[in-house]
């Protein structure tokens, strides 16, 4: 009876730490390796060395969504930025600064008025207002 219950013990004690680790998503679990023999049991045995697992990725949590660049919409990636936009941006972070805007005389005599949210950037979604209003007024 003894033998039985340590037999038990040893059994539960050996599952804890999976059930532990299964319950913290947090942190991916490590891969377990199989251990290869030092030297094969006969002479006419081959060994096959064992082939580590491939670790899981790690899920993406559920708000971590990719998102654009700042002050680029959404649909900014589905469609081709517009040429001039694109020209303008010299470090491609998606907006077109005070600095950018010199490289064109019509963007930097009318930055301030496209920079609708004051934050000194252009960003697609100003510009593609600012062009729409612009081909309104040529109307």
Same mark, same amino acid.
């Given at each position: 009876?003894?033998?039985?219950?340590?037999?038990?013990?040893?059994?539960?004690?050996?599952?804890?730490?999976?059930?532990?680790?299964?319950?913290?998503? @947090?942190? =991916? $679990? %490590? #891969?377990? !390796?199989? /251990?290869? *023999? +030092?030297?094969? &049991?006969?002479?006419?045995?081959?060994?096959?060395? @064992?082939? =580590? $697992? %491939? #670790?899981? !990725?790690? /899920?993406? *949590? +559920?708000?971590? &969504?990719?998102?654009?660049?700042?002050?680029?919409?959404?649909?900014?990636?589905?469609?081709?930025?517009?040429?001039?936009?694109?020209?303008?941006?010299?470090?491609?972070?998606?907006?077109?600064?005070?600095?950018?805007?010199?490289?064109?005389?019509?963007?930097?005599?009318?930055?301030?008025?496209?920079?609708?949210?004051?934050?000194?950037?252009?960003?697609?979604?100003?510009?593609?207002?600012?062009?729409?209003?612009?081909?309104?007024?040529?109307?």
């Amino acid at each position: 009876m003894k033998n039985i219950l340590t037999v038990l013990a040893l059994a539960v004690a050996g599952s804890l730490p999976v059930a532990v680790t299964a319950a913290d998503p @947090a942190q =991916p $679990a %490590t #891969p377990a !390796q199989r /251990a290869t *023999p +030092a030297t094969p &049991a006969t002479p006419t045995q081959s060994v096959t060395p @064992a082939v =580590p $697992a %491939t #670790p899981a !990725q790690p /899920a993406t *949590p +559920a708000g971590a &969504a990719k998102t654009p660049p700042q002050g680029v919409s959404p649909e900014a990636g589905r469609t081709e930025l517009p040429p001039m936009f694109k020209e303008l941006d010299q470090d491609k972070d998606g907006q077109i600064s005070k600095d950018e805007s010199k490289r064109s005389a019509e963007t930097q005599s009318s930055f301030d008025s496209m920079d609708t949210d004051h934050n000194g950037k252009i960003s697609l979604v100003e510009w593609s207002a600012a062009d729409k209003a612009k081909q309104r007024s040529k109307q």
